[in-house]
């Protein structure tokens, strides 16, 4: 089945410490985003990227990272500069960049020990 | 500046009624709106979404909303609430043009809470 697959689900981190959460689509999406949720804040955008190798910055990038090599993948690295990254990152795709609809992963939970 | 507000940060309805979940979004040019669900530690199920047409949609798990231009507002509605339709619902705009980089803007979100 196609989807958007994100790993791990759960993970722990201890400060000063860089993670990278992994974001993998088989729906042959063009664009690829990143979320990060938290309670009564809705979803906020911290990096979207519509084409291999090009990404841009959404409304929260300071302290977060990503990669676009291949159409299939976009990981996103929170990094030790990111000052409060425990949160519930998704991982969404759509077509063309465009404003179709969002399919979304099934989300990754960081916690910050 | 877009933005989306659900005035309602949590709803309790009783099982069988009827539900209004409400939106409302700033935007200058055509919005394509969207509702979303979402299970707690899970990720976004698009409900139903409006690009143009008829301003009254319909979706899935027997939900509709109506889109209201004149008071920028995208409310969702369902006749008989089930207690599987507890979660949190957001509502999300979309720019209506070719040069937009296909971001969404959420709302804070709505939790319904179903009771028996």
Known sequence: DGGITQSPKYLFRKEGQNVTLSCEQNLNHDAMYWYRQDPGQGLRLIYYSQIVNDFQKGDIAEGYSVSREKKESFPLTVTSAQKNPTAFYLCASNMQGGAGELFFGEGSRLTVL | ?116
């Open chain 2, 1 to 116: 500046a877009q933005s989306v507000t659900q005035p309602d940060i949590h709803i309790t309805v009783s099982e069988g009624a009827s539900l209004e979940l409400r939106c409302n979004y700033s935007y200058g040019a055509t919005p394509y709106l969207f509702w979303y669900v979402q299970s707690p530690g899970q990720g976004l199920q698009l409900l139903l979404k409006y690009f143009s047409g008829d301003t009254l949609v319909q979706g899935i798990k027997g939900f509709e909303a109506e889109f209201k231009r004149s008071q920028s507002s995208f409310n969702l509605r369902k006749p008989s609430v089930h207690w599987s339709d507890a979660a949190e619902y957001f509502c999300a705009v979309g720019a209506g043009s070719s040069s937009n980089t296909g971001k969404l803007i959420f709302g804070q979100g709505t939790t319904l809470q179903v009771k028996p």
